[in-house]
């Protein structure tokens, strides 16, 4: 069963109902609407018409429209205007009595005030508004006008000749220049360490044979060292030597070599060490900053931008 008008309203004013309501309607909006009777009859209509056909809704309320869309959440009703008292300036007709005797007619305040004293005759006199000034001869103020806008033209004129030439100076001995906003920043630079792709090579005291060793043995040993320090690596000037030597010592070694050799005595030969090459460059901080400058323009020696 549809709810009634007065159930609608209840409805409105409390949350926990409103919103079976399905009306978009805020907490404000509808306390304006159910405020305002013109308002809840609209919205009533309004949510009538929202309902499935299957129920029989009760008749709206009396001069209630239907709407096919929500009316306004709230009619607020046009604010009420004090009436002005009007007058007319115009004087009336006088007034005739019963009896056929004409009465005054009444004389608005406003216009009382403009109407001119008994026995004045503005004629004879002048103008009202300016007592004491009679008319004059119609050609003079034409003339006086026509002078007056002459004066007032020249004048304009001068004005206007003398600003050209003052433009025409100025754009003529315009000085130009650049100037500095923000001066040049050199490029700064760091110290820093890098591998060359090169390597260094040295030499310890410990012999890498030992004595009784077979020579053979003690020949294989140095071959050894010399491969994994020397060989196959791109090496500086000092390792190059040193390499050399070594090479030449186990060349020498596998010359004497024969059955039954071993090791004597231990010569002057240790084991080899290689290392990267390491050297130092400078490398920029990326900091340049080129000056930021603009051409700027002076006028005249002092408009615009002067040194």
């Known amino acids: 069963m549809t709810m009634s008008l007065e159930e609608f309203r209840e409805s409105l004013t409390r949350p926990d109902l409103r919103g079976s309501l399905g009306l978009q309607l805020t907490e404000v909006e509808a306390q304006q609407v159910a405020a305002d009777p013109g308002s809840t009859q609209s919205w009533y209509a309004y949510w009538l018409s929202t309902q499935p056909a299957a129920q029989t809704p009760p008749p709206p309320a009396q001069d209630a429209p239907a709407y096919d869309a929500p009316p306004p959440a709230f009619d607020a009703p046009p604010p009420a205007y004090e009436a002005q008292p009007t007058f007319d300036a115009r004087p009336t007709a006088p007034l005739v009595d019963p009896y056929g005797a004409p009465t005054a007619a009444p004389v608005d305040p406003a216009y009382a005030a403009t109407a001119a004293y008994p026995g004045y005759d503005g004629a004879a006199t002048g103008n009202a508004a300016h007592p004491g000034y009679g008319p004059v001869a119609d050609g003079e103020p034409a003339k006086k006008r026509r002078v007056g806008l002459w004066v007032a033209l020249s004048i304009i004129g001068a004005l206007l000749l003398i600003a050209a030439?003052?433009?025409?100076?100025?754009?003529?001995?315009?000085?130009?220049?650049?100037?500095?906003?923000?001066?040049?920043?050199?490029?700064?630079?760091?110290?820093?360490?890098?591998?060359?792709?090169?390597?260094?090579?040295?030499?310890?005291?410990?012999?890498?044979?030992?004595?009784?060793?077979?020579?053979?043995?003690?020949?294989?040993?140095?071959?050894?060292?010399?491969?994994?320090?020397?060989?196959?690596?791109?090496?500086?000037?000092?390792?190059?030597?040193?390499?050399?030597?070594?090479?030449?010592?186990?060349?020498?070694?596998?010359?004497?070599?024969?059955?039954?050799?071993?090791?004597?005595?231990?010569?002057?030969?240790?084991?080899?060490?290689?290392?990267?090459?390491?050297?130092?460059?400078?490398?920029?901080?990326?900091?340049?900053?080129?000056?930021?400058?603009?051409?700027?323009?002076?006028?005249?020696?002092?408009?615009?931008?002067?040194?």
């Open 165 to 307: 030439i003052v433009v025409v100076v100025a754009f003529t001995t315009a000085r130009h220049w650049t100037k500095v906003d923000s001066p040049e920043k050199p490029e700064t630079f760091h110290s820093e360490e890098y591998e060359t792709g090169r390597y260094d090579v040295t030499m310890d005291d410990v012999n890498p044979c030992t004595v009784n060793q077979d020579w053979t043995d003690c020949t294989n040993q140095m071959s050894a060292t010399y491969t994994a320090a020397c060989a196959d690596v791109e090496l500086t000037e000092t390792a190059t030597l040193l390499c050399t030597e070594y090479k030449s010592a186990i060349d020498e070694m596998k010359a004497q070599d024969g059955d039954g050799y071993y090791v004597a005595t231990l010569g002057s030969y240790g084991n080899l060490h290689r290392s990267a090459e390491i050297d130092t460059r400078q490398v920029s901080n990326d900091d340049y900053e080129p000056a930021v400058t603009h051409e700027a323009v002076c006028y005249l020696g002092f408009i615009g931008e002067c040194e």
